[in-house]
């Protein structure tokens, strides 16, 4: 038999108990599949008493995880989280070391990624990352090794098992959104800040990594418009749904010639389109490729075992000698993005206000909106159960991101508006 692969693993939470469980349990089913056993030689936690699902007691400890990089372990599985801290101190001790390393960590490798790839290609060896992304689904494998022949258009999905996972529940149920936030944090999905998960920013940081995958660009986030969930509220998942959408929270980057639109934040999707009927903690990414596609993949994308799943497998690659760029290409040849501006982001929009119910309050609304070219396609107006005002809905014609931007800042400032609109693009493809 060849010699045992030699694994270090930091951190031994949801998804690390879930490596852990699988390389001790299932050893001998992962070797057929490594063609060498896999060997959990030593793992760092924070705390070494703490109960566990999986029996380490006999796995060495290492009380600094930094220290697991100058073990005579093959590979370094980083399971830690947080974009620096431990986990960047780690990642870059065991590129320098010369060791692999496997992470699900999408918040380090949006803020770090370009750095780490550039340090592991020189070096040689390889950094993996499958989890990082839409969880159990190998979406990272498919746009790094496979859709590489025809340009890709357009990168687009529900990349957040927890917002998914809240959305669906509070259409399902009817329950605040707070009580449905604990249970998906119960369940393992959010991260250790949910505000990373509810404000959009892990969708961004994942977002961040399929841009590179596909489009050849830098890791990063802050070339793009971001938004989360926390003010979507039970009245926008109805009307959504009389007007034959749901909301999803979705990142989207999309090429337009030499520019990169990409965006997180909620939309309103099309009822019997292929986003539109993914529920709970499932994911999915749609790739549109010029001729070929498009491509959709759909899976699980937050919690142990999908998570799980995806780390082993870059282990196993690992394991039996797969090599090549972090992202798919050179670290060297990946571009900073150019953002496409406001004006070429056109979609119908959704607008939802508390107007004073008092005369000329609409007519001035739709004067705003004439100001800034936007154009009416229908509207609902519905009295509002409390006070003198009522609510209004309204589905915009195609328009620019500026144009509505401008109607809604004039919309807010309004002394007949009562509280703050709410604006929703309306996916078209
Ligand atoms: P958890 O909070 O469940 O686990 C974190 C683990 O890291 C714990 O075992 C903790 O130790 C350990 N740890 C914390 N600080 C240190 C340190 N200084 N040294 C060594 N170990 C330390 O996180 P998750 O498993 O949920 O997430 C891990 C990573 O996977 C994150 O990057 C996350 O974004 C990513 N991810 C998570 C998914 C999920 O569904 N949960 C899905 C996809 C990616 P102790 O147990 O002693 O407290
Ligand atoms: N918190 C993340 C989510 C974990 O809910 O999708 C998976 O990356």
Redesign the pocket.
Known sequence: MAEPFRIAL???????GGVAHQLLTRGDELAHRAGRPLKLIAV????VD?PRRTDLAGIPWQAN?VDLASTDAHIIVE????EDG??LDLIEAALEARKPVVT????LLAAHGLRLATTAESAGIPLRFE??AA?GIPIVKALRESLITYPIECVRGILN?TCNYILTEMEATGSPFAEVLRDAQAH??A??DPALDVGGGDTAHKLAILSALAFGVAPGTRSMRVSGITAIEQEDISFAREFGYRIKLLGVARRNGQQLDQRVGPAMVKIATPLADVDGVFNAVVVHVASAGPFIFEGRG??EEP?TSAVIADIVDIARGANGPAFGRPARDLEPVVSAPGDACRSPFYVRFALLDAPGALAEIAGHLAHAGVSIDSMIQRPQSTADAVVIVMITHECSQTAIEAAIKAISASDKVVGIPCLIPMETI
């Open positions: 930091a951190g031994v939470g949801t998804v690390g760092s936690t924070r705390e703490k995880c399971l830690i989280g947080g431990p986990a699900a960590n999408k918040a989890a990082a969880g098992g393992g999905y991260e250790a937050a919690g998570t």
